[in-house]
């Protein structure tokens, strides 16, 4: 025989078997509604908070112009001292943070960069050394370089090497030594020393001190033929008469490096030393490279590039 319920008790039945139905739901889990606001509460949020930038360095940097300077160059290699000269040229620009390029038209996307194209030139003997390296680093100091770059050229060949940084660091280098060819490989994110040049112009205060791992410089780790890899290393900061000095020593390497610029904005590099050891083998011996500065000039150099220009090139002493 079938059970009758009174409307009355099937009604409370179904009541109480839909809150024993809500309440086996997933533990713990919030409304839709809830998740949604949740989601975009995550994607409101940047994920490199930008630091603040002074009124200083937005007119300084954002005037149209580059900044120019020259050095003086004493150059150590295979074991002996070389003359040359040195430029950096600073100059801030749009950058495709995926693309890890220049950014050719405005973009919400755009990461405002600090670039320094560093460049050298000097002589061993009968041939010519021309050295370039690039660094790309956000203005608003919030993450490493976004890349760094270098090239090299002399008489024996040229070479080729890359560091970008997507969610490791991935290093990309082409040379003509056997020993070194075509590489590729990712590295852990650590302070890497070509960073350093640029985050000295932007927030000196925050440079990282104390006992590191820190990336030596591109150029370093190719003309020593040293592995690509973050090495321990020791930083201090001084300052003295105007002029701050940040120190970075590698006791493995046998290297430091010392940079000198402004206490004061706009924190400019007035010279730099770097102690290594030069040569090869037994022979090498422990060389000091020394840069000092010539002339600073704010240009747009890229619109420069007529021969009745070339006086400006003289007004650097290059």
Known sequence: MKKIYPYGSLSLFLTFSLLILLSCGEKGKAPESE???NSAAKEATPKYPKKPLSEDFRAYWYAGDAEITSYKLEQARYGEMRDGHAVLIYVTEPFLPEKQV???QSNPDNVSVLKLNATKKFLTGIYPYSIMGSTFYPVHDNQHAIKTSLSVQEW??????????RDQFEFTSHSYFEGEAD???ELDKQVLENEIWTKLRIHPEELPTGNLNVIPALEYLRLAHKEVKAYEAN?????ENGITTYTLTYPD?????KLNFTTEFPYSIESWSEEFKSGFGQNAKTLTTKATKIKSIKTAYWRQHDNDDLVLRDSLGL
């Not at 930083?235 to 300052?239: R, Y």
């Not at 390497?253 to 490096?257: I, K």
Request: charged fraction near 15%.
């Open 235 to 239: 930083a201090s900061v001084s300052s």
């Open 253 to 257: 390497l046998e290297r430091s490096l």
């Open 183 to 185: 590489q590729n490989f």
């Open 35 to 37: 998740m949604a606001m």
């Open 102 to 104: 220049k950014a050719d």
């Open 156 to 165: 024996c060949g040229h070479v080729y090497s890359q560091i970008n940084n």
